[in-house]
């Protein structure tokens, strides 16, 4: 049986709504701005347990800010002839573009400064990666989302596109760059708040703040029991929903373990939180107005490709460069110490134990990150930036990561770099775990999302899927096979 809500009802004194969003990140505020649009008569909240939406993962210095559309992460093509999983990116983030496009043409999304068009570079050193980036150039070309990608091995050309990148630089190492002008800069902290007045604005939906959700259980009504306190009076709150997405980020997977949920049985998480080098020198980031990535070191995990970016945060510029990984056991930037140990089950202490030693190169790469001085650290920027100045530059910390680990039939755990959608059988309750790049696919997620938990509301909302996001197809998360086009209004 799928989630059919209906009307605010109350029993006993406990309230019953038609949905619960947990997490007050760009996750459950894409869910939330999607349901009103779609079902505006449905009631609706949303608790998170800090005093304002897009604290955590999603606040603005906490992450890149990078829109992904598969432009410049090498990472989501290790093998240069196969752009497979690059053009789903890159069609995902054109939903994403279309949704909010949609938003704002329908009156609902009225800010969308959120978006800053930024050039998405490559920049690679050494004959072996420029003959990758060669040939992941002529493969990309080709294809339409593509088509506008330029290519250089010539240093002056590299340098006027990127000044920082070539001043100092020895010309005579081999160097290649890829851009593509149509990349972003995206504020996932104010699209975030963005959203949420999108969705509260439609009436049925509300926002609660300072509500921390400590248990969550299916009762034999068949309605959840959403439970927990008001962390500014101390009060306990308990609310029945039809519908509960969780989209607490690294909470995720414990709340969902509360719920007893069988599709996570088995599964863990790693914490892993970064620091960027961030300067705000206006001299040094007039030069500077690109994303630029390139190839992380050997040995490194995916997750540490290197980039120096421009940023636009409240109309201030700065450039970020990293990531530098570090370690707790928080799974929140603003968790408890105890997370970690919060989510280990004698089902998944093996698998992790398994996924752990299957992964030894990052174990090292991170106790090499952990035990780097400023000195090394700022040495991986001259490796971008040779005449990078340290006065310039200082450290700050982004958000807290958990990384997700699944069971496996042949290697008994494995860690994987993605997002997850979990759903429960009866399509009641659905979580989203994992990292990168969830915040810029957010819309194609929660349309997967309604694919699965609501088949039989599908034919009613079609037509306003269609209207917000042309791109979307029948009866399914995926984009159609066309190229989506971009509205004006956020492209």
């Known amino acids: 049986m799928n989630a059919q809500p209906a009307t605010t009802e109350s029993s006993a004194g406990t309230e019953v709504l038609d949905v619960v969003l947990i997490g007050g990140g760009?996750?459950?505020?894409?869910?939330?701005?999607?349901?009103?649009?779609?079902?505006?008569?449905?009631?609706?909240?949303?608790?998170?347990?800090?005093?304002?939406?897009?604290?955590e993962s999603s606040a603005p210095w906490h992450?890149?800010?990078?829109?992904?559309?598969?432009?410049?992460?090498?990472?989501?093509?290790?093998?240069?002839?196969?752009?497979?999983?690059?053009?789903?990116?890159?069609?995902?983030f054109a939903l994403s573009r279309q949704f909010w496009a949609g938003l704002s043409d329908r009156g609902a999304l009225t800010d969308?400064?959120?978006v800053t068009p930024t050039p998405h570079m490559d920049v690679v050193f050494g004959e072996r990666d420029v003959a990758y980036l060669r040939q992941r150039f002529e493969t990309l070309r080709a294809l339409p989302a593509f088509a506008t990608m330029e290519y250089s091995e010539d240093p002056a050309v590299i340098a006027g596109w990127a000044p920082l990148l070539m001043d100092g630089r020895d010309t005579a190492e081999p160097v290649a760059a890829t851009r593509i002008a149509a990349g972003t800069d995206v504020d996932f902290g104010a699209l975030t708040g963005s959203l949420v007045d999108a969705m509260t604005a439609a009436g049925g939906a509300q926002l609660r703040t300072g509500h921390e959700v400590t248990r969550l259980r299916r009762g034999d009504d068949g309605l959840w029991r959403v439970s927990g306190r008001d962390r500014n009076t101390g009060q306990r709150f308990s609310i029945r929903a039809r519908?509960?997405?969780?989209?607490?980020?690294?909470?995720?997977?414990?709340?969902?373990?509360r719920a007893r949920l069988?599709?996570?049985?088995?599964?863990?998480v790693l914490p892993v939180g970064a620091q960027f080098l961030r300067t705000d020198n206006p001299e040094v980031v007039a030069r500077h107005e690109v994303k630029v990535y390139s190839q992380p070191p050997v040995g490194a995990p995916p997750m540490s490709v290197p980039h120096l970016d421009k940023r636009v945060v409240d109309g201030q510029e700065s450039l970020l460069f990293g990531p530098y990984a570090t370690f707790s056991t928080r799974l929140l930037k603003y968790g408890r110490l105890t997370d970690l140990f919060t989510t280990l089950r004698w089902t998944n202490i093996v698998i992790l134990l398994a996924a752990g030693v299957q992964n030894l190169p990052l174990v090292r790469y991170l106790i090499g990150e952990l035990l780097a001085t400023r000195r090394r650290k700022f040495a991986q920027l001259q490796r971008f930036y040779p005449d990078a100045d340290p006065a310039d530059w200082y450290l700050v910390s982004a958000g807290q990561r958990a990384q997700l680990v699944k069971p496996d039939p042949d290697r008994i755990g494995v860690l994987t770099m993605g997002t997850e959608l979990v759903t429960g059988a009866d399509g009641t309750i659905a979580g989203l775990l994992g990292a990168s790049p969830g915040a810029s696919t957010a819309p194609a997620i929660m349309a997967e999302l309604l694919d699965r938990c609501f088949p039989q509301r599908l034919s009613d909302w079609e037509p306003t899927l269609r209207q917000l996001m042309p791109g979307y197809a029948d009866n399914a998360y995926r984009p159609s096979e066309s190229e989506p086009e971009v509205p004006a209004a956020i492209a």
């Open 26 to 55: 760009i996750m459950s505020a894409t869910l939330g701005a999607m349901i009103a649009a779609l079902q505006p008569d449905w009631s609706m909240v949303l608790l998170e347990r800090l005093d304002r939406v897009a604290a």
């Open 63 to 92: 992450n890149a800010g990078t829109g992904h559309s598969g432009y410049c992460e090498l990472n989501y093509m290790p093998d240069a002839s196969d752009p497979g999983k690059t053009v789903e990116i890159a069609s995902m």
């Open 262 to 268: 069988p599709e996570v049985r088995g599964y863990g």
């Open 112 to 114: 969308t400064a959120f």
């Open 243 to 257: 519908f509960v997405f969780v989209g607490a980020g690294g909470y995720a997977l414990r709340l969902l373990q």
